[in-house]
């Protein structure tokens, strides 16, 4: 059965700083890993996709990173800023089912 | 920017009631899906609908649960007769199209209190 884990489970920081959060999965056999975030009381919003076969993908200060061989995943925010404060959902899609199947999240405060 | 919509925000309920929660997936959307988040804890898949059919259900998604598409645009979870413990944040998703991509958008949220 698929587990996804992600350290640590809050990161507080101050503005300005770069910081990476982190996400495993027990099975490599995964189709694509989604990273999303979440707002308190808030939906979901999707920030980057990353299909298996790919080693990373960029949106503007964001970039994520696969390797599927070792189960893991990184989340990587450049110059954080205020607004970055939320919580950070990582996802997996495994091959064969249509599920997502979330860790629990990564809680940022980014400090003024 | 089209975007999945779900209605009410938050539905308080008594147990043994029984609550509809809507959605309107995004309109050239083809794959349906809900989600619940208990509070505290990971995001849970229920259920995934495509031609009007369940592919695929969770162990979570027992007899107290239906969904169905009654229209060309709305997207419904039935919960019979509710619990305590379905209190929890509700979430539809969907998607264009399986294969390449295959990114899941999300509504806002439905909260379920059940008193």
């Known amino acids: 059965k698929q587990e996804v884990t992600q350290i640590p489970a809050a990161l507080s920081v101050p503005e300005g700083e770069n910081l990476v959060l982190n996400c495993s999965f027990t099975?490599?056999?995964?189709?694509?890993l989604q990273w999303f975030r979440q707002d308190p009381g808030k939906g979901l919003t999707s920030l980057l996709l990353i299909q298996s076969s790919q080693r990373e993908q960029t949106s503007g200060r964001l970039n994520a990173s696969l390797d599927k061989s070792s189960g893991r995943s990184t989340l990587y925010i450049a110059a954080s800023q205020p607004g970055d404060s939320a919580t950070y959902l990582c996802?997996?899609?495994?091959?064969?089912?249509?599920?997502?199947?979330f860790g629990k999240g990564t809680k940022l405060t980014v400090n003024p | 920017e089209p975007e999945v919509t779900q209605t009410p925000s938050h539905q308080v309920t008594q147990m043994g009631q029984e609550v509809i929660l809507r959605c309107v997936p995004i309109s050239n959307h083809l794959y349906f899906y809900w989600y619940r988040q208990i509070l505290g804890q990971k995001v849970e898949f229920l259920v995934s609908?495509?031609?009007?059919?369940?592919?695929?259900k969770s162990e979570i998604f027992d007899d107290q649960f239906s969904v169905e598409r009654p229209d060309g645009s709305n997207f419904t979870l039935k919960i019979r007769s509710t619990k305590l413990e379905d209190s929890a944040m509700y979430f539809c998703?969907?998607?264009?199209?399986?294969?390449?991509?295959?990114?899941?958008?999300f509504g806002p949220g439905t909260r379920l209190t059940v008193t």
């Open positions: 996802a997996v899609k495994e091959g064969g089912s249509e599920k997502l199947v």
């Open positions: 998703a969907s998607i264009r199209l399986l294969g390449a991509g295959y990114e899941q958008y």
């Open positions: 609908f495509y031609n009007n059919e369940i592919s695929e």
């Open positions: 099975d490599s056999a995964i189709y694509n």
